[in-house]
C-alpha cells in the first residue's frame, strides 16, 4: 500500500493512475491557458523520465503508459505516484490563479445513493464521506473503480432528466453515482473544479467512463451516451479535500470562494 497524506493507493491503483495520467491531464487542460500549469507539466515529465531511465522527448501520456506497463514492484513506483499526485493538484490550483475556472454558482443535492457493489445505487437521506469515499459504499470491480480520485462518482439531474425525455429509462443512482445534483451548468463540472457538498469539499478529478452495465438504461443500449466525448453528458470523479457529512437538499457550490 503507498500512503500519500490522507490517500491510499494499492499497487493496482497506482499503476492505473500512471495508466491514467495522459487522460487526466489532457480533460484538465482543455479549453485552458495557464503558462504555471505548462511549467508544471514540464518539470513532472523530466522528473518521470529520470526516475524511469526513459527516452528523453516522451509525453506525459506516454510515460504513463509505460509506466504502468514496466514499473510493477519497482521501488521508484512511489516516488513517481508522489509526484503525479502532488502535481495534479497543484495544476488545478495554478488553473484556478489564472483565472481559468468557472464562476462560483450554487446548485443542490437531489440524491444521495450507495450500493454494496454494482448498478443501480440506492438512495440515503445522508451519507458520511471519508478521503475513501461515501462510507459503506463498494464497487463491484477494484480493477476500474476506487482509487482516490474516484473517490465520489457525480451526475447531473438535468442530463437524468433529458435522458428520460428522450425516451431512456435511466434515474437517479441508475448509473451508478454517488451524488445527483441540480441547479449547474453541466457543462462547467468537468475536471479541475472545485465542489463544495453540504460539508464535504471536493475536486472534480476525471470523467467516468461508461460502461456495457449502464446499457440497460437506455432504450437503444448505447451506453456511450454517457461519454464525454460526446458532449456535457458523463458523470464525473472527484477527489476528497475535506471529509464530511451530506445531506439531501444540501447546497452544491461550484468553485466556492
Not at 40 to 63: H, V, Y
Not at 196 to 212: E, F, H, N, S, W
Request: net charge negative.
Amino acid at each position: 500500500m503507498i500512503s500519500l497524506g490522507p490517500y491510499e493507493f494499492t499497487q493496482t491503483d497506482a499503476l492505473r493512475t500512471l495508466g491514467n495520467l495522459g487522460d487526466l491531464w489532457l480533460t484538465m487542460m482543455q479549453g485552458r491557458s495557464s503558462s504555471a500549469a505548462d511549467a508544471l507539466e514540464q518539470n513532472l515529465i523530466r522528473s518521470i523520465t529520470e526516475a524511469m531511465g526513459a527516452a528523453p522527448n516522451a509525453s506525459l501520456s506516454e510515460l504513463g503508459t509505460l509506466g504502468a506497463q514496466t514499473l510493477g514492484d519497482s521501488p521508484a513506483l512511489e516516488g513517481i505516484l508522489a509526484s503525479v499526485w502532488s502535481t495534479l493538484a497543484a495544476a488545478s490550483q495554478a488553473l484556478r490563479a489564472d483565472g481559468q475556472m468557472p464562476a462560483t454558482a450554487t446548485g443542490a443535492v437531489t440524491q444521495l445513493s450507495s450500493s454494496k457493489g454494482g448498478v443501480p445505487k440506492l438512495a440515503l437521506e445522508s451519507v458520511d464521506v471519508s478521503f475513501r469515499g461515501v462510507v459503506g459504499d463498494a464497487q463491484k470491480s477494484r480493477n476500474h473503480h476506487g482509487r482516490p480520485w474516484q473517490a465520489l462518482c457525480i451526475y447531473s439531474d438535468e442530463v437524468i432528466n433529458q435522458f428520460r425525455a428522450d425516451g431512456h429509462p435511466i434515474t437517479r443512482g441508475s448509473a451508478g453515482e454517488n451524488i445527483t445534483m441540480s441547479g449547474l451548468d453541466w457543462a462547467d463540472i468537468r475536471p479541475g473544479v472545485r465542489l463544495r457538498i453540504g460539508a464535504v469539499l471536493a475536486d472534480v478529478q476525471a470523467y467516468a467512463t461508461p460502461c456495457k452495465h449502464n446499457a440497460q438504461w437506455f432504450s437503444d443500449g448505447d451506453f456511450n451516451r454517457m461519454n464525454y466525448l460526446r458532449g456535457a453528458a458523463s458523470r464525473v470523479y472527484a477527489t476528497v479535500i475535506e471529509p464530511g457529512r451530506i445531506v439531501t437538499g444540501d447546497a452544491v457550490i461550484l468553485e466556492p470562494r
